[in-house]
């Protein structure tokens, strides 16, 4: 069932728990998360950064789209860090419910600027908008965010003041997390400090970033505080392509699909089933 951010968001928000954002750039990762989904009875966002888009191409998200009309559970459809108006519109016109425009690298005035922009464009037609503030690092190897690899955290007021002048519908905010996984750097310490504060000083739901590799006691914490969008992408994929290399070690000879891919699709919806339980969110399609 195809929902806008804005109301899926808002469940969670008042009823502390997080829906997981999971990256895809394959129908293999739709399937997983759509059968994670309906296996824990939780809601799901299925996104896609840009250079998946170009790689799978603007009619994949017609796939995406019947695919989640297909199923009870409550879904919305997400372009992911999105760089420019243009990344955004052409989410928009090819039919996801919500959208990122990941200003976050820009000076204060010209996010500020380019998000109000997008939030005009997307309201227009009923979309929904994320914006960043502040910058959530990317590891070596990871595509995802701006490429900045110092982490500048997010302000309280900063903040509460970019969402009022951009009235934007979820905030993601810098608060430790890297995108990718941690083996080239040193696994920072999640500010729940900070991010208690962040959420004191805005009230619309906010955005967790590098959702991977974190450890599960601190995620635990953080949509206590606020966070009802963890984005995962990953342990995913990582666990994914594991068990397809397994599988072609194992079976040198093998080449059709549906002995390779089967055991893999299920090894990522492993994951994603074990990060609905952490994010709370098992159970939860009850609520919608």
């Given at each position: 069932?195809?929902?806008?951010?804005?109301?899926?968001?808002?469940?969670?928000?008042?009823?502390?728990?997080?829906?997981?954002?999971?990256?895809?750039?394959?129908?293999?990762?739709?399937?997983?998360?759509?059968?994670?989904?309906?296996?824990?009875?939780?809601?799901?966002?299925?996104?896609?950064?840009?250079?998946?888009?170009?790689?799978?191409?603007?009619?994949?998200?017609?796939?995406?789209?019947?695919?989640?009309?297909?199923?009870?559970?409550?879904?919305?459809?997400?372009?992911?860090?999105?760089?420019?108006?243009?990344?955004?519109?052409?989410?928009?016109?090819?039919?996801?419910?919500?959208?990122?425009?990941?200003?976050?690298?820009?000076?204060?005035?010209?996010?500020?600027?380019?998000?109000?922009?997008?939030?005009?464009?997307a309201h227009s037609v009923g979309v929904s908008v994320e914006a960043e503030l502040g910058t959530i690092g990317s590891n070596e190897l990871s595509t995802e965010g701006t490429g900045v690899n110092t982490i500048l955290y997010t302000d309280p007021e900063d903040a509460k003041k970019f969402v009022s002048l951009t009235g934007v519908d979820t905030l993601a905010v810098a608060i430790g997390t890297r995108h990718g996984h941690y083996s080239h750097v040193e696994k920072p310490e999640l500010r729940i400090d900070l991010l208690e504060k962040i959420h004191e000083a805005v009230d619309i739901p906010l955005v967790l970033h590098g959702g991977s590799d974190n450890k599960d006691e601190e995620i635990k914490k953080?949509?206590?505080?606020?966070?009802?969008?963890?984005?995962?992408?990953?342990?995913?994929?990582?666990?994914?392509?594991?068990?397809?290399?397994?599988?072609?070690?194992?079976?040198?000879?093998?080449?059709?699909?549906?002995?390779?891919?089967?055991?893999?699709r299920k090894a990522a919806q492993d994951i994603v089933e074990h990060k609905m339980d952490l994010f709370n969110s098992t159970g939860k399609a009850d609520l919608y």
């Open positions: 069932m195809l929902y806008n951010m804005v109301d899926l968001l808002s469940v969670a928000y008042k009823n502390n728990f997080a829906v997981g954002s999971y990256n895809v750039a394959n129908s293999e990762f739709v399937e997983a998360i759509i059968h994670a989904a309906e296996a824990k009875n939780a809601p799901a966002i299925i996104q896609i950064h840009p250079n998946e888009i170009n790689l799978v191409g603007d009619d994949f998200t017609a796939y995406v789209r019947q695919a989640v009309d297909r199923t009870r559970i409550p879904m919305a459809i997400h372009v992911d860090h999105g760089a420019t108006l243009g990344d955004c519109v052409r989410g928009i016109h090819n039919g996801y419910t919500s959208v990122m425009i990941d200003a976050s690298a820009k000076s204060w005035d010209d996010n500020v600027a380019l998000t109000k922009q997008v939030v005009d464009v953080t949509y206590l505080h606020g966070v009802a969008k963890i984005n995962l992408s990953t342990d995913m994929k990582t666990a994914f392509f594991a068990q397809l290399r397994k599988n072609l070690d194992d079976n040198p000879d093998a080449y059709e699909p549906d002995q390779l891919m089967p055991s893999a």
